[in-house]
């Protein structure tokens, strides 16, 4: 039904619609085309069946008076509101044609008029009202129509309101209610907790082997879970024994944000390569095989894409696709030559429990073959953006790609204080599925900016060494209830800040000591290479 468009606008109305929302509905079909819906239906009014006689109304002060009511409260009564002011005509000023000939009953007049009117029939009572400030703080006199000698009554905004508006507003009124209320008793906690320089439960400490905690370590981790076990501990709790999730953003951006972008990429990347093998085969295909072949792909994803994610407008979303080509190129037409008989792969699943990704065939293993970090019993899972295997499999090449920009130093970063583990997660999958103990060749490379670069892996086995004391270390520490906020809680791009203090600058300055005290020795972790 959706697939057929605004033709099915009707059906789809008498479907999933209620009795009211169908009136609705229909009413809009009826005076547009399906195709206007959104523009008819924010300017569709209908009478809901009341006496406005026996209702409460809200109107401008022309309506009023061409009905009055007995009980009247008129709003805004500030000089700069009411009566309004006759201004200028722009276009044809006073020393052309004078105001009192163009307009001859002026806006003020009308104002003063009504007032007339609706005080006069206001017999049961009338209540005239004020703010005392503006917006910008700034004070407002009275309206000239408010009579001399009336009595006054100023209403403090930190009043006890005679009538409720809302519950927040009547716990607001009665503290001692308030008091007795378990949400603000434990917001109360956390609010000064997150004061106290010493680590708190509201802080991230926990009692010690939590059986939550130590599922979620047991679980099948990832690069982004092993990141946020060695540099935020607490968030890991929160996404991986909590559950908790960022909201994902529905309406229709300008540009993709890195996430996104990397992974448009790496899909072309995906894309192209699965078309050319293995006929004619990636490492034997010519410049411009390759770049049909991507041609091809990005036509599918600029299709695809928007059916499935928000993506930018038409025009917008074209730019971005033929960007991301562009660095795909890049990283198809990095290697130039390859060893007879050598295949490759993108995306190539390892680890993973779901059975459905060993449907496929001609893989160089099952990608539901488990792959543990060596020395401890921590499985991980994941995709490798690119592999390379020799014919002879005697060698194999693993390859990360990174859209954004190359940082300081790229050529000494191994692990990279725990934010570079993809890197050595693929070593480790590919020398733990591979026969023979084939020579591993492990690469990050750089797309950004002008030609790509390309950084090795320089001892792979001390890399890996290197990961299974850190990840080591992080189950100690998460398992001994110090599940605290690290080095990437403060980062602007946290999915998770909204569940940190609103200025977590100043509460980070009042952990800081408390903080170094309880990572200890861990935090040299995040100072690595």
Known sequence: ?????????????????????????????????????????????????????????????????????????????????WPRRAAEDPLIPSHVL????????????QDRRAFQVITA?????????????????????????????ARVQG??????????FSEPDRLLARPDEAANSPALAAANACWRDWRNPAITAHDG?????????????????????LRLMLRDPLAFVWRYALGWRSVAEDDQPLTLDARAYGDLVHELLKRTVYTLEP???????????????????ATTVSAEWPLKRSVPPLLLWRYTVDAAAQLALKALTLDETFQPGTRSWTEQAFGRADEAVAAASDLPWDPTAPVEITGTNVRVQGSIDRLDITATGNAVRVSDY????????????????????????????????????????????????????????????????????????????LRQGRALPGPDARENWNDFRL????????????????????????????SCR
């Open 155 to 164: 209403l403090k905004r930190a009043r006890i309101p005679t009538h409720a």
């Open 402 to 477: 990174k859209t954004g920009a190359e940082p300081k130093k790229a050529d000494q970063i191994v692990l990279g204080g725990g934010a570079e583990l993809q890197r050595v997660i693929y070593a480790l999958a590919a020398r733990q599925l591979l026969p023979d103990n084939p020579r591993v060749v492990a690469r990050l490379i750089y797309l950004g900016g002008g030609e790509p670069r390309v950084y090795k892996l320089p001892d792979v086995d001390q890399a890996i060494a290197e990961i299974a004391d850190h990840v080591t270390a992080a189950g100690v520490l």
């Open 279 to 297: 006929s004619p085969g990636y490492s034997r295909a010519a410049r411009h095989e390759i770049e049909t072949a991507l041609a091809e792909a």
């Open 121 to 149: 029939q206001a017999s049961g009572g009338c209540i005239l009202s004020r703010s005392r400030r503006n917006a910008q703080g700034g004070l407002l006199a009275a309206s000239p129509l408010v009579p001399q000698g």
């Open 98 to 109: 004078s105001r009192g000939i163009l307009d001859p009953d002026p806006v003020t007049a």
């Open 205 to 225: 400490r926990t009692r010690a082997d939590h059986p939550v905690i130590a599922r979620a370590i047991d679980a099948v981790q990832s690069a982004t879970s």
């Open 1 to 81: 039904m959706l697939a057929n468009g605004p033709d099915a606008a009707e059906q789809a109305g008498t479907m999933l619609l209620g009795t009211s929302a169908r009136v609705i509905w229909s009413e809009a079909l009826r005076r547009a085309p399906a195709e206007a819906l959104e523009l008819t239906l924010q300017e569709l009014r209908l009478p809901d069946g009341r006496d406005p006689g026996a209702c409460a109304v809200w109107c401008p002060a022309s309506h009023l008076a061409a009905a009055p009511r007995r009980w009247v409260r008129l709003l805004g009564m500030t000089t700069r509101s």
């Open 499 to 526: 569940a940190l203090p609103a200025a977590p600058t100043a509460y980070f300055q009042i952990k800081q000591s408390a903080l170094s005290r309880a990572f200890d020795d861990f935090a040299r972790v995040w």
